[in-house]
């Protein structure tokens, strides 16, 4: 298998394509440097941080191979050397979700698979009140200068949880971060990840609101070095070199679409993938010449299309549309005077769909 030579032998590929970067997979995470350090400076002062910006700007890679990659390689040593990272998106069962993450070898967790009936404890601890958080991590009895993070990765998942008839659970859980990130008995740290088009509706939660003023962080965009550096980077590690003709095409043909990354990454790894069918992918993209007809974006429209449609034909329409934007994106009925909704996708490919009708 193609790995990379240096360090964590995990890394497969220097592009990880439509889906976000893991913390595993910082070695070839270029670009951020400058956020990762802001964040960091952040948690220092801030046990809430709420990681906002639009669809596909790189939430979710920036937190897990910028932020807990560099936490967990000790560049927050003033909090404390040893960071243990619960890491959960809410989904249709955040109370459960969070339970599991909890309870994970990479959190508080002793086992590689939750006992049952350690998982119905946590659960019935969640239940119990916003305290129940606290009073779990209290029990586990962490380690002086250990610390817990826990991650709500696609946190705006919950607006619809809420808006299914779980009112009571939605506010459980909202209330049970709150508190924790509040409180200074034990060092939990929460990060939430957001799309902005979602902030409005953090008004629905008691003290949300408050505490996203507090520890907000827009993600900016990258500037056009720093995508230089995303795209050279991971191929140097692999032992590469993208020719700077090949970097300026693709930055020119992606221009300033909102879809910047997701688009870079369909391309590139679509370049490999095709190399990949010609010979040994490590050759790429050393070739510039035949990296850059792999690559080759057939023009804006052309690449965006294939890359938002990656779950098949109609296999992430939205289920209750009736409406479209400007753009042709589908706006539920109910919606349609607001922000634009998504709903989940009937697709079994959750958490690499970039398609433009789901959250997922
Ligand atoms: N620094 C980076 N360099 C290159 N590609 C990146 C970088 N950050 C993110 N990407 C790519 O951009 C795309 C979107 O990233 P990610 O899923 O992290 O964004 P997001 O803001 O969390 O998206 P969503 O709004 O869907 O949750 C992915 O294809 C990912 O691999
Ligand atoms: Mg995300």
Redesign the pocket.
């Given at each position: 298998m193609d790995m990379s030579t240096h360090g964590n032998m995990q890394v497969v590929g220097p592009y990880?394509?439509?889906?976000?970067?893991r913390h595993d997979e910082a070695e070839i995470?270029?670009?951020?440097e400058e956020q990762t350090d802001q964040l960091l400076e952040k948690l220092q002062r801030s046990h809430f941080i709420a990681v906002v910006?639009p669809?596909?700007?790189?939430?979710?890679?920036?937190v897990r191979a910028g932020m807990i990659a560099a936490l967990e390689a000790g560049f927050l040593a003033d909090a404390g050397a040893r960071w243990r990272i619960a890491d959960m998106r809410p989904g249709s069962q955040p109370l459960t979700r969070l339970a599991e993450a909890l309870l994970a070898p990479s959190a508080l967790g002793q086992a590689d698979a939750a006992d049952p009936a350690e998982a119905a404890f946590a659960l019935a601890m969640l239940r119990r009140g916003p305290l129940g958080l606290v009073e779990i991590v209290q029990e586990a009895r962490l380690p002086p200068c250990e610390n817990l993070l826990i991650l709500v990765d696609?946190f705006e998942e919950i607006f619809r949880f809420r808006e299914q008839g779980n009112a009571d659970d939605a506010d459980a859980f909202v209330a049970l971060l709150l508190t924790s990130a509040a409180q200074r008995k034990v060092p939990i740290y929460i990060v939430i990840?957001m799309?902005s088009d979602f902030l409005g509706e953090c008004a629905l939660f008691l003290g949300l609101p408050e505490a996203i003023n507090d520890g907000q962080y827009l993600t900016p965009r990258?500037t056009r070095c720093q995508i230089e550096a995303?795209v050279a980077g991971p191929a140097r590690v692999f032992g590469g070199e993208i020719e700077p003709a090949l970097v300026n095409r693709l930055l020119n043909e992606i221009g300033p679409d909102p879809d910047q990354?997701?688009l870079?990454?369909h391309a590139l790894m679509r370049g490999r993938t095709r190399a990949g069918q010609r010979g040994p992918k490590r050759d790429w993209p050393r070739d510039a010449t035949a990296a850059r007809n792999d690559v080759g974006l057939q023009g804006r429209r052309g690449a965006l299309r294939s890359a938002v449609q990656p779950c098949g034909p109609g296999a992430c329409r939205p289920q209750r549309a009736s409406a479209t934007d400007h753009k042709g994106r589908h706006v539920p009925a109910d919606r349609a005077r607001g922000r634009q909704a998504r709903y989940p996708p009937p697709c079994a490919r959750a958490g690499h769909c970039?398609c433009r009708e789901c959250t997922y």
């Open positions: 990880p394509g439509l889906r976000p970067f995470f270029f670009g951020r910006g669809s596909g700007c790189g939430k979710s890679s920036l696609q990840t799309r990258l995303a990354l997701p870079l990454q970039r």
